[in-house]
């Protein structure tokens, strides 16, 4: 129960923000969210399932909200608060504006802190091998080389790295770098697991240990999905804080059960993992040597015997898949089984799904020894890895010497675990209650002829539920976008909650005048969306509509018809656009603010990703249109199982799945338009499916209330 005393509490800390923050209006919305969230979290609702999920309008002030209802809380109790966002650009929001004003003026005393991916931080001791070693200078103690040869450009950023590193100029990771820092670069440099570990001597200074040391003290940590992900696949409490100690707070959960069946997947070469398994015994020969002790004999004896083992049943997979290439990899589109491939364009990849994620007996019985071997040579690695960190530390093996093979080794390791995480998924029976597996094979042909093996779990919500709401002290998930077609269900099912299992749901419209100030055009087009000639009439009419507003952003679904659209208009029309990806990002929002702060007009043209998180209030958007609806075409072979699975299960595939997400993919990009209560402007739709088609009534009935217009 929530005490009065805390209840007082979060009622002052909202009047101290009201008093503090200009054009403050008190919201029913965010007064009626901040309750709800604390009400959960304290257990109010149900002992053991303190979960919100929250859909909340543009404008409703839910950072805030979740900040309030959360945080007294929290720190009322001795817990943490665990803050995860999908984008760099909430993150940076949250701390750098929202946290800082709500810790001056909310009355409340606590820390907060970013908390990054290891991969994100320099290694202090790479980095200075690399600037010794990347000099030509080869030191004796360095075991560094490099992947790709540094050029002089990259030897003067490294140089540059190291000095800032060490006058405490850079905090040493890569997002607060001045400029953008090239792959082959950064992967030689950044921290890893395997060889920068904080017992260490010379990683002690590393910034990512640094940076741990002030999550540790944090009450409010924010992360990304990705990293809470990590965490929690590690046990949870192993990057971040445990679980059950903390509250939860999942912004941009739409994206949650996507980047949790991206964690939850694995794939492996074939061709390249016999490479590197080829190495492996000798890699553990050489740890035994510098370990000095008998206990290490035996692991390495071991280890060299299963990778012999694995060699052998890697060549069987091999043989057998090059064998039935011809079954599996068809030149032919059009024959009978080419619903199980798709070709990818882009590398002119060829892939095999296996239906119903069925792979054969002979290589499911491969799969088993496979996955039983690697999880062995996992075993023997890692106990040759910890003695050979225990002679280190002990002084009976010189740091210099034992680093390079200790990050050899950790290479391994990682390799070794997604190799058996891989065979785990191919030698696994699916359960007839829930989706199968999808497993699929690519014949990647890109630097040289190889296979690529991949598995992935259709659906997550199991996952989830082990690892997160079962586990944690609380949660609040939260988004503009979470009901699909006016209806939790479909984001219920994705992330494993039930509608009677004690877990709360609120929806919170918008505060904004929908009606008087936004406007949604659907225009008069003579093709269809998908019409061969729906691109140029796109052309024709374009300019008519671009004329409605002196701020523009026009949306496409793809990036071939984006470009043909923009090189056609520069041409016929002489007009000036910013196009995604000719420059930055961030380069476009700037050079638009400076267009519209001097009075002149702009326009933008960008895909999907424009159509999320991105913040143009007032005059920076008066004009909002949509070429097409955002229906993605299941292409993966993970989204092409899921519409498999629906059909067995006698669904309909394209109601159940493409129409409820490109619902929500709507909605979010029509939510770029009005951003504060006093924006003005108007959405045109030029897809007539809305019109023509029976789902589309449900599209444009699951948006916020803009004055329609249908043009005739």
């Not at 009400?39 to 053991?48: F, H, I, P, R, V």
């Not at 015994?281 to 050489?286: I, L």
């Not at 785990?424 to 002829?449: I, V």
């Not at 969306?529 to 300019?543: G, H, Q, R, W, Y």
């Amino acid at each position: 129960m929530l005490s009065d005393k805390l209840k007082q509490a979060i009622r002052q800390a909202y009047k101290a923000i009201g008093e503090n923050l200009t054009h403050f209006n008190p919201r029913r919305q965010q007064t009626l969210l901040i309750a709800e969230i604390a009400k959960t979290l304290a257990g109010e609702y149900s002992k053991d399932r303190k979960i919100i999920t929250i859909e909340a309008g543009t404008g409703t002030g839910k950072s805030l909200a979740y900040c309030l209802g959360a945080i007294p809380l929290a720190l009322s109790r001795d817990k943490k608060v665990c803050i995860s966002t999908a984008t760099v650009a909430l993150q940076e929001q949250l701390v750098d504006k929202d946290l800082p004003f709500l810790k001056k003026y909310a009355g409340l005393n606590f820390d907060f802190t970013l908390a990054k991916g290891r991969q994100r931080y320099v290694c202090r001791q790479k980095l200075t091998q690399a600037v010794t070693t990347g000099s030509g200078n080869e030191p004796a103690q360095a075991g560094f080389t490099f992947a790709e040869k540094p050029d002089a450009k990259d030897i003067r950023t490294l140089n540059k790295m190291h000095k800032a590193l060490l006058d405490g100029s850079w905090l040493g990771d890569i997002d607060s770098w001045e400029t953008h820092l090239p792959q082959h670069i950064w992967h030689q440099v950044q921290s890893d697991k395997h060889s920068c570990l904080k017992n260490l001597s010379e990683h002690t200074h590393c910034p990512f240990h640094k940076a741990r040391e002030t999550m540790d003290q944090a009450h409010v940590l924010v992360v990304n999905h990705s990293l809470l992900l990590a965490d929690l696949e590690l046990g949870g409490g192993k990057i971040l804080s445990a679980p059950e100690d903390t509250f939860y707070i999942i912004d941009e959960a739409h994206h949650l059960p996507k980047v949790t069946r991206d964690f939850s997947s694995a794939s492996i070469t074939l061709k390249g993992s016999i490479e590197w398994l080829t190495k492996l015994r000798d890699t553990g020969d050489k740890m035994a040597k510098l370990i000095k002790s008998k206990n290490a004999i035996s692991p390495a004896l071991k280890l060299g015997d299963d990778c012999q083992d694995l060699l052998v049943e890697m060549k069987k997979v091999l043989n057998f898949i090059e064998a039935n290439a011809n079954v599996y990899f068809l030149e032919n589109e059009s024959s009978s089984q080419s619903s199980n491939f798709a070709k990818n364009s882009k590398n002119d990849e060829q892939v095999y799904r296996f239906e119903n994620g069925i792979i054969p007996q002979t290589l499911k019985n491969w799969a088993e020894d496979l996955q039983s071997l690697s999880k062995k040579s996992l075993s023997h690695l890692n106990k040759l890895y910890n003695g050979l960190i225990e002679a280190v530390k002990d002084g009976d093996t010189q740091m210099y010497v034992a680093e390079p093979l200790l990050a050899e080794a950790g290479f391994m390791l990682q390799r070794l675990e997604n190799l058996q995480a891989l065979w785990f998924m191919y030698a696994k029976s699916d359960s007839d209650k829930g989706a199968p597996m999808a497993r699929w094979l690519e014949k990647t042909t890109l630097k040289r002829q190889d296979y690529l093996l991949s598995a992935s779990p259709i659906e997550v919500g199991f996952t989830l539920e082990n690892m997160l709401w079962s586990q944690c002290e609380g949660a609040v998930l939260c988004s503009a976008t979470l009901r699909a077609l006016n209806s939790f269900d479909h984001f219920r099912f994705q992330v494993g909650l039930k509608n009677n299992d004690g877990s709360q749901y609120q929806q919170v419209d918008s505060p904004f005048d929908y009606q008087n100030n936004s406007q949604l055009v659907i225009a008069k087009m003579d093709n269809e969306a998908s019409a061969p000639d729906f691109t140029d009439e796109v052309i024709t009419k374009l300019p008519k509509y671009l004329k409605q507003g002196s701020a523009s952003l026009v949306l496409f679904s793809s990036y071939w018809q984006m470009n043909k659209v923009a090189e056609a208009l520069r041409e016929e029309h002489k007009l000036e656009i910013m196009v995604q990806g000719e420059l930055s990002r961030q380069q476009i929002i700037s050079l638009h603010k400076k267009r519209c702060d001097d009075n002149k007009e702009s326009i933008i043209f960008g895909t999907q990703s424009f159509s999320e998180g991105l913040d143009l209030p007032g005059d920076y958007l008066n004009n909002l249109i949509i070429t097409k609806l955002p229906f993605s075409v299941p292409t993966s072979p993970v989204e092409q199982a899921q519409a498999e699975y629906v059909t067995a299960k006698g669904g309909n595939p394209f109601m159940t799945l493409s129409v409820p997400d490109t619902s929500k993919k709507l909605v979010q990009a029509c939510g770029r338009l009005l951003r504060n209560e006093k924006d003005e402007g108007v959405i045109t739709l030029l897809d007539k499916r809305v019109v023509t088609k029976r789902y589309g009534k449900q599209l444009l009935d699951s948006l916020p209330p803009f004055s329609r217009v249908f043009e005739k």
